[in-house]
């Protein structure tokens, strides 16, 4: 391909996918890399009809007519495609046919599910920041106060010390305000982030996992799948922070198999390198960093799902809420984000952190 054709190709928001007269895929620009969340080197091992539903008979049909010479082209609307299991994405396409020294297709993808999911994270992220800085607010206007009462207990309590009935209030109190004083700082979070060091996501993860196992010696035995790629680069890490970031989702996978009480519960974790412009916050990044964390539990339930990263929000009777809006602000401040997908057997949470090009190389193809 001409480096000029390619540079256009590649600037394109569009997903664009290129094949030969077999249908084999021949080449895969960046936005349509995002799209399936696959390498273009693993594109170009697919016929475009291993990435259709076999049941859209009348489109496959279409497909194979575009192929002749002379053909017209056509689009489909609301089209599914199944790249991977459990992955379905739903687009309109655009399909043209080309000649020259090979024969082929041209084929456009508009994911109707990926622009929606992108707007419905987009507001999700504006009204977690809306809460999260209504919240911390509210945690400022108490923490002062809260000095204030346990000053006021303790002058009481040495000044009528001796009276033990009143000793047992004032300790009731004191003891209150630390508790309140705790939850506060844990709604403001770190107030001096520690300053970030090179260090590979595996470490923070089998850190994470010792802690885990020792935790769960006495407990109900959870099968933990490692399925690392181990080309992945050290990246710029709070270290200590991602740490609590990487520890409190596997602690909320933890608890949801213990209370659901599931056969044969298990975690997998599983880290990839995702090539091609991934959008992040809405910014563009030249490649990511992607963290899976699924469990075999029961779901998230349905009416906390799109409020999951706001601080307080748990379905837990004895849960604080504020494991995952910690865990997201911390990730926010490496400019990445978490993602969440969840049905009845399946809850996964992605934690996806940009990659700078430079720590790739020799793996761009």
């Known amino acids: 391909m001409q480096a000029d054709a390619k540079a256009v190709l590649e600037s394109l928001a569009t997903a664009v996918l290129l094949t030969d007269h077999t249908l084999k895929i021949v080449y895969a620009n960046s936005a349509a890399e995002q799209l399936f969340s696959m390498s273009r080197s693993k594109l170009t091992a697919y016929k475009l009809t291993d990435l259709l539903d076999k049941g859209q008979k009348s489109l496959l049909e279409s497909i194979q007519l575009a192929l002749k010479p002379?053909?017209?082209?056509?689009?489909?609307?609301?089209?599914?495609?199944?790249?991977?299991?459990?992955?379905?994405?739903?687009?309109?396409?655009?399909?043209?046919?080309?000649?020259?020294?090979?024969?082929?297709?041209?084929?456009e993808f508009r994911a109707l599910d990926y622009q929606q999911k992108i707007n419905q994270e987009m507001a999700r992220r504006s009204q977690h920041l809306a809460a999260r800085d209504l919240i911390r607010s509210l945690a400022h206007e108490i923490k002062n106060p809260l000095g204030g009462i346990r000053g006021a207990a303790q002058l009481l309590e040495m000044t009528y010390?001796?009276?033990?009935?009143?000793?047992?209030?004032?300790?009731v109190i004191i003891e209150q305000a630390d508790r309140l004083k705790s939850l506060v700082d844990r709604l403001l979070g770190p107030q001096r982030p520690n300053p970030l060091t090179l260090c590979n996501i595996h470490y923070v993860i089998e850190k994470v996992l010792s802690l885990e196992n020792m935790a769960l010696k006495t407990q109900m035995p959870i099968?933990?799948?490692?399925?690392?790629?181990?080309?992945?680069?050290?990246i710029m890490l709070d270290v200590d922070a991602m740490q609590q970031a990487v520890l409190n989702i596997i602690s909320n996978a933890v608890h949801a198999l213990s209370e659901a009480h599931i056969h044969h519960p298990q975690i997998t974790i599983q880290t990839r390198a995702q090539l091609g412009s991934r959008l992040i916050n809405g910014i563009k990044y030249p490649s990511a960093l992607i963290t899976s964390i699924t469990d075999n539990g029961p779901g998230i339930p349905e009416n906390i799902r799109e409020t999951l990263f706001y601080p307080m929000v748990t379905s837990r009777p004895d849960g604080s809420g504020l494991g995952l809006s910690i865990a997201q602000s911390i990730?926010?401040?490496?400019?990445?984000?978490?993602?969440?997908?969840?049905?009845?057997?399946?809850?996964?949470?992605?934690?996806?952190?940009?990659?700078?090009?430079?720590?790739?190389?020799?793996?761009?193809?």
Do not use: M
């Open 70 to 107: 002379h053909a017209q082209g056509f689009n489909a609307s609301s089209i599914e495609i199944i790249p991977e299991p459990h992955q379905s994405i739903r687009t309109d396409i655009y399909v043209s046919h080309y000649s020259g020294k090979g024969r082929g297709l041209i084929v």
């Open 161 to 171: 010390g001796r009276q033990e009935h009143l000793t047992d209030y004032t300790q």
């Open 223 to 234: 099968r933990f799948i490692k399925d690392y790629d181990p080309s992945i680069p050290e």
């Open 331 to 365: 990730v926010e401040r490496h400019n990445g984000l978490i993602e969440c997908d969840s049905e009845p057997g399946r809850t996964v949470f992605r934690i996806v952190l940009p990659l700078r090009k430079e720590n790739l190389k020799g793996r761009e193809d």
